[in-house]
């Protein structure tokens, strides 16, 4: 059986949690991290059902920089990082 590696994001959104794939730009939520991560599994499976009934999956996968001569199909993802930025005065200033 084939496999897609996906990266997932996970956000705090108010008192919900998204959780977001950013190769294929789906994303669900939930209000727990375990629920955000099924719904998300979920939203991804019947997006590439979807695609795959319309015939634009391989197309989709390969723009998402899939290599599809794979078995498994590693995440084209090469770095998610956290990073950090001083804020301007004027706009820290804002947030007092």
Known sequence: ????I????????????VA???ELDVS???YTVP?????LQTALR?????????GTLKDILLEAGYDLSKETLPSPTISIETQ???????IAQCLA
């Open 35 to 39: 629920e955000a991560r099924n719904n």
């Open 20 to 22: 977001y794939c950013p």
């Open 84 to 90: 950090e930025m001083p804020l301007e005065r004027k």
């Open 46 to 54: 019947l997006f590439l059902e979807e695609a795959s009934k319309m």
């Open 1 to 4: 059986m084939r496999k897609l």
């Open 6 to 17: 996906f990266t997932e994001q996970l956000i705090r959104e108010g008192e919900m949690i």
């Open 28 to 30: 669900s939520c939930g």
